[in-house]
């Protein structure tokens, strides 16, 4: 079964950083597009950042945008998320998501991010 690892949610103050990572050892990112999405108590599941699998086409929710940097390190099979300048509306859970195909994906178990006013 395809495990998708995030790592580095936490308490954080307004305008702190954070960085989530995403690890998988039984898929390649460089075989998938990799993304960042975030959810609320209640609420929808919404992108944030996405990278593809080349490395490059990095796109980012309008949210987030210059504030957040999607990254990847080939070597240990890990994104990133690199987060600054925290807001109040930046708490959520982080899910890391892998896309090989339209119909085949798979999801991580989510962390946590609290940015506390």
């Known amino acids: 079964q395809v495990q998708l690892v995030e790592s580095g949610g936490g308490l954080v103050p307004v305008g702190g950083s954070l960085r989530l990572s995403c690890a998988s050892s039984e898929l390649s990112i460089t075989e998938h597009t990799m993304s960042w999405f975030r959810q609320i108590p209640g609420g929808e599941r919404g992108f944030v950042a996405s990278i593809g699998r080349a490395g490059g086409n990095a796109m980012y929710a309008d949210a987030v945008k210059g504030r957040f940097t999607i990254s990847r390190d080939v070597v240990k099979n890990t994104i990133y998320l690199e987060m600054t300048a925290l807001k109040p509306d930046d708490t959520a859970v982080y899910y890391c998501?892998?896309?090989?195909?339209?119909?085949?994906?798979?999801w991580g178990q989510g962390t946590q991010v609290t940015v506390s006013s």
């Open positions: 998501r892998a896309v090989r195909t339209p119909s085949l994906s798979y």
